[in-house]
């Protein structure tokens, strides 16, 4: 933050060389807001969000919020991803909380490094897990060199207009306009800012394609990652969004599971027809849906069994676990058709504990429902 201006702003320096006369440093000063400007003509996807880091996991640009995250650090997931110099896609939890799958690239030869985040929930097409990959990361490659091409041109833009018009000025005879520096330099410089210029034509009208395809991608990203039928979060999405929660819990805050199987679903599959147990399992998606918070995760781990992970402080975890639970028990049974819902609830362990070993316990308790008649909830011994 400047000691004057008390605004955040990124200095950098570009060497400019003198031939045998030596080398100058120009320093440009560029604040956030700049940044944000340039972020916010990439027009990525209302939904994504764009962040430009500094090397120690600051916050210098964002596409969205950025007036309370400017000058913060980054999420511990997403720090953690760039002090681990992370590629490819990987879960990570935004700032507001929302499971996304991220991109992450350093700008080559500076020390800002540029994040893409898609939410979890707004993909929703089918790819290859591999190619979106290579290609979201491109992405934010290529959101890198846009921010710096972009930087370039219009910082040196306004510099170098200036020397050109001293340079004019002093060709009439006003001596008072002369420059400090060297006038053939600045000459040279003003030829550089064409190609400058050129390359950022350039990449802009690459960056509309890359954004059109990554659309493309990342909206087929759900057809490998997410229940076609209820929408909701498959077997290996839910995985990778229930570890990324617990993962960013913070110290006296844990992740609970509820462990969901339908009761009666098998005789209506039986007797009124797939397509009304289709409809069945429909019905629970959106009933589930509906019972979590904005940041707690659910899915579909195949057949009529799903799963919910809650975060929140352990001391309240249970209770707030058991509270939903209690809910969705009679909240499915107005389905109708005889169904209904056994359900196994865990809740974190004071110790470390791995995100198996809790829906291991979850599952078990589910089981002692079924056994206590069903239509009800366990809660595991912890």
Known sequence: MGAVSKVWAVSLGLPVSLGDKGVLCLRMNMTASSFNDVLGEQRLPEHWTGVLLAADGTTVARTRSPESAIGTKAPPSLVKAQAERRTGLFPTLTREGVPSSTALSKVPGWDLWVAIAVPEASIDAEADRFLIEVAVAGCAVLAASIVVALWLARHLAGQITRASAASAALADGHADSVPDSDIVELGAMGAALGTVKAREIETQAALLEAVSVNEQTAAALSQAQCDQLTGLAGRGLFLDQAQALKDNCPDGSGLAILFIDLDGFKAVNDTLGHEA??????????????AIGAGDVVGRLGGDEFVIGVAGPIDAIGELAADIAGRLVASIATIGDGIGCSIGVAT?????????????????????????????YVVAQR
């Open 277 to 290: 147990g289709d409809r069945v399992l429909v019905r629970a998606a959106d009933i589930l849906r509906a």
């Open 348 to 376: 974190p362990h004071p110790g470390p504990e791995r995100l198996g070993d809790i829906m291991k316990r979850a599952d078990q308790a589910m089981y002692a429902a079924k056994r206590h008649g069903k239509n009800c």
